[in-house]
């Protein structure tokens, strides 16, 4: 398996990026992104209740994955409840069927896994496109599977395969802290095996695939992506895109690429209610063994170039108040140097998973710069080559657009480094 090499000689105390190119010799601080957007302020003094930090419950019940179709629960509908899958009624303009991976019968098998397979409904007078549709293999959030599981993403993922015209298959994967690492990117993988194997059946095509994932599960996607590219000779990816993604572990993480720990989000943003130090902190402890923080499959950040070159064009979602920020922005920082294709759009000041909530502004451009998004990593949308960072802060009397391009050296399109791969 690629990415596992001993590190020592890679990573001295402490922790370093790997060939990291900063913008200049001055230490990273992107503290100006953490500072509560008047949007959330708003918001929490009309909730009170959500400035409240939170962690684990103890009597969170663990699910194991592979569990069947739920029925909704009377009341299901709340905006809390449904989490990041809020309902806006894209889940009646596509259907989802429930399909085996594994049944886990076997004694010799692993646990029970199953995917989650929406399509978008379709009509008799629509054209019959020729060939498979693009494929979105999406792996859930909730941090180990200990605040989120797959109900509460449902409506995401009839939501994308609705308004994108895609088939999304959502693999239910096994969940901490009964199934500890790595179980869950096991299977990823046997996910992504089981999709490609079948893609006459599930009417996808094989060279359309974009892996996608939400916090955990975007760490997810992105460790499938480098052991896809370089174990999988005969499976090019399409794209890749990440949301609120958790890239590093704590006992890995750049602090000395800071200006100091206070500038990092780890610190700024320690008492963000929606993921705070403390959740943060009970999900580390769930991980499994210490020595995990350190595998290279949970740091994806820090792998080797000749690995992060092969990556497909790369997509990320990020928020400013969010604990989890710098890891999005450092592996956009790492990919850009390396030429691959990437995209970001970055919500200043608004906390991790805002989305939960439907009434705030963000969580409705979130929802179009997600079906952009997945179009721009199929390369469906017009500009195809984006090193920029958008900036989405919510149109306010006097400014000119919702939309504000940051203009540092950090956006310029990067001298391209020769590769064997077209990008």
Same mark, same amino acid.
């Given at each position: ?48 209740? *959500?400035? /409240?930090?939170? &962690? ?5 019940? @663990?699910? +194991?994955? $592979? ?58 007078? *629509?054209? /019959?496109?020729? &060939? ?5 293999? @999406?792996? +859930?959030? $909730? ?281």
């Amino acid at each position: 398996m690629t990415g596992r090499e001993d590190w020592s000689s890679l990573l001295p105390s402490p922790p370093s990026l790997v060939n990291f190119n900063m913008v200049d010799d001055r230490k990273l601080d992107f503290t100006k992104y953490g500072s509560q957007a008047k949007e959330w302020k708003d918001f929490v003094y009309k909730n009170p209740e *959500e400035a /409240e930090g939170n &962690g684990l419950p103890s009597d969170a019940p @663990y699910q +194991h994955a $592979g569990r069947s179709i739920p029925k909704q629960p009377e009341g299901a509908t709340d905006a809390k409840k449904q989490g990041l899958g809020r309902s806006l009624g894209h889940e009646n303009r596509a259907r989802m069927e429930e399909k085996v991976i594994r049944d886990g019968r076997n004694r010799w098998d692993r646990a029970r896994l199953t995917a989650w397979v929406y399509n978008r409904n379709t009509y008799d007078d *629509e054209l /019959e496109l020729d &060939g498979g549709l693009p494929c979105v293999v @999406y792996f +859930h959030s $909730g941090g180990y599977g200990l605040l989120g599981e797959p109900d509460t993403e449902r409506n995401l993922c009839s939501e994308m395969a609705a308004r994108t015209r895609v088939v999304v298959v959502h693999i239910c994967y096994r969940e901490a802290p009964p199934h500890k690492y790595p179980d869950s990117h096991h299977d990823a993988q046997e996910g992504l095996a089981w999709v490609i194997d079948n893609a006459d059946d599930l009417g996808i095509d094989v060279n359309q695939i974009v892996l996608a994932g939400m916090c955990y599960g975007a760490g997810l996607a992105a460790a499938l992506t480098m052991q896809t590219c370089a174990e999988r000779k005969d499976v090019k990816l399409k794209g890749l895109l990440l949301g609120f993604p958790w890239l590093f572990q704590e006992a890995m993480f750049p602090y000395h690429l800071f200006a100091s720990r206070g500038a990092t989000s780890r610190y700024q943003c320690a008492a963000t209610p929606t993921m705070s130090k403390r959740t943060y902190d009970d999900m580390q402890r769930q991980l499994g063994n210490a020595e995990h923080q350190m595998d290279p499959l949970l740091n994806i950040p820090l792998a080797k170039d000749a690995e992060l070159e092969k990556f497909p064009r790369t997509a990320f979602i990020l928020a400013g108040n969010d604990i989890l920020r710098d890891d999005g922005i450092l592996f956009a920082e790492r990919l850009r140097a390396l030429g691959v294709p990437r995209r970001v759009h970055l919500f200043p000041g608004m906390p991790h998973a805002f989305r939960r909530y439907p009434e705030l502004w963000s969580s409705q451009r979130f929802d179009q710069i997600l079906m952009l998004l997945v179009n721009w990593c199929l390369e469906r949308a017009a500009s195809m080559d984006d090193y920029g960072v958008h900036m989405e802060m919510r149109q306010t009397k006097g400014s000119e657009e919702d939309e504000i391009r940051y203009n540092s050296e950090s956006d310029k399109e990067p001298k391209r480094r020769k590769t064997k791969r077209g990008v």
